[in-house]
């Protein structure tokens, strides 16, 4: 489960600042995915960096299963991150020289020491299971270089969810796919999220899957609101104000 609560964000601009995120606050329950749209440059990936944290909010804070991430230190914020978020980017950042399953074992010791051999066959046998369920059990011994674009979005989602991760942090999942493999990386997270009960956190400029979502917010000027508005179209003082 994650919490945000009055989180704020500011940016030096020469002079002036700039308000990234303006006292926002979500509560993503586990085993649904809250969806984030907007325009750009409304705070999207600012929110995302927060809740992954990644980024030290100004003000406000992040929880992540009732941990306060804020009052943790950089190492412990790091331990958290590892343990409890997996982090979907945009564009699959995949290691070329590594296989499909080698990609995942890889992402279970960072930072540790030299896997034995009984725990790596542990690793292998649940990279195994996470490329079963994104649909990638023919693919594991092929490189990056070999796959397509959406599967290689599948095999960042299921190295995302190789620690066992209580929130999901997705940004942009389909940008780089037509239209029917954005379908069904969209599917793949609303199962995966059901399936294993985790807090799933998504942008996405892609309006066509709303609709699929528990829950849609959109982000204007750093403020969030319920629901799906045209930020073109509506003034600031006739929206009914920020989600809490
Ligand atoms: N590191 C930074 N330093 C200064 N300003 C920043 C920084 N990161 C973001 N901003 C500013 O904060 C605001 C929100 O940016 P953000 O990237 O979160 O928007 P976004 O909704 O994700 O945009 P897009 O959809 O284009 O990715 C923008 O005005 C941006 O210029």
Redesign the pocket.
């Known amino acids: 489960m994650i919490q945000l609560s009055d989180l704020t964000v500011t ?1 030096p ?1 020469g002079n002036d600042t ?1 308000t ?1 995120l303006n006292a926002v606050s979500l509560r993503v329950a586990p085993g649904t995915v809250s969806a984030i749209t ?1 325009p ?7 929110l995302l960096s927060v809740a992954s944290t990644l980024l030290t909010p100004t003000s406000g804070n992040v929880e992540i299963g009732g941990v306060d991430a804020s009052a943790l230190t950089s190492a412990e914020r790091a331990k958290l991150r590892r343990d409890s978020i997996g982090i979907v980017f945009q564009q699959p950042n995949l290691l070329s020289a590594l296989t499909v399953r080698d990609q995942l074992v890889v992402m279970s010791h960072l930072g540790q020491r030299r896997l034995r051999g009984n725990e790596r066959s542990a690793y292998e046998r649940r990279a195994d299971e996470l490329l079963d369920a994104v649909g990638l059990a023919g693919q594991r011994q092929k490189r990056a270089s070999q796959l397509s674009g959406g599967q290689r979005q599948r095999v960042n989602i299921a190295r995302a969810l190789m620690n066992e991760p209580t929130v999901i942090v997705v940004d942009e999942p389909t940008s780089a796919l037509d239209q029917q493999r954005g379908s069904e990386i969209i599917d793949l997270v609303i199962t995966l999220t059901q399936e294993r009960k985790t807090s799933t956190l998504l942008v996405t400029h892609d309006l066509s899957h709303l609709t699929r979502f528990d829950e849609v917010h959109t ?1 204007i000027d750093g403020s969030l609101y319920e629901g799906l508005i045209d930020a073109t179209t509506v003034s600031r003082e006739s929206l009914a104000g920020p989600a809490s």
């Open positions: 940016f601009d700039i990234a907007g750009s440059g409304s705070g999207k990936s600012t982000m």
